[in-house]
């Protein structure tokens, strides 16, 4: 049992690497991952065509709003993430800050509609 375990411990490295590549994931949101996490979408004749991942974690969802309005404003070098200060007001920048200082909660009437719908069960490998 003993070698079980050191070798669950030896394929946790390329598994958190793998799963980083192909995934984009960050490294916060991979740390957040917990068993049930991922669901496989089939299309009618059972072939899957899409697999979600859901962490507890998201993007930059620590950031102060100051930061994240910073980033919007003068994008982030070497990403891809653009600067917006040529294209949106002081107020829009503002608005997309506070939205994504919000994205991971659902709004109110979302909320109360989403919690009598059950969860579907866990998607079968």
Same mark, same amino acid.
């Given at each position: 049992?003993?070698?079980?375990?050191?070798?669950?411990?030896?394929? #946790? $490295?390329?598994?958190?690497?793998?799963?980083?590549?192909?995934? *984009?994931?960050?490294?916060? +949101? %991979? /740390? &957040?991952?917990?068993?049930?996490?991922?669901? %496989? +979408?089939?299309d009618?004749? *059972?072939?899957?065509?899409?697999? /979600?991942?859901?962490?507890? =974690?998201?993007?930059? +969802?620590? $950031?102060?709003?100051?930061? @994240?309005?910073? /980033?919007?404003? &003068? *994008? %982030?070098?070497? @990403? *891809?993430? !653009?600067?917006? &200060?040529?294209?949106?007001? +002081? #107020? #829009?920048?503002?608005?997309? @800050?506070?939205?994504?200082?919000?994205m $991971? /909660? !659902? =709004?109110?009437?979302?909320?109360?509609?989403?919690?009598? %719908?059950?969860?579907? =069960?866990?998607? #079968? =490998?």
């Amino acid at each position: 049992m003993e070698s079980l375990a050191a070798l669950a411990r030896l394929l #946790q $490295d390329p598994c958190y690497l793998v799963l980083s590549f192909l995934s *984009g994931a960050r490294d916060s +949101e %991979i /740390k &957040h991952l917990r068993r049930g996490s991922l669901t %496989i +979408e089939r299309d009618a004749d *059972g072939t899957a065509y899409r697999w /979600k991942m859901r962490s507890l =974690a998201f993007k930059a +969802e620590d $950031d102060p709003a100051g930061v @994240t309005y910073w /980033k919007v404003f &003068h *994008g %982030i070098r070497m @990403t *891809g993430m !653009p600067s917006f &200060h040529h294209t949106l007001s +002081e #107020q #829009q920048i503002w608005e997309v @800050t506070l939205f994504l200082q919000n994205m $991971d /909660k !659902p =709004a109110p009437k979302a909320a109360k509609a989403w919690k009598p %719908i059950p969860s579907p =069960a866990p998607a #079968q =490998a």
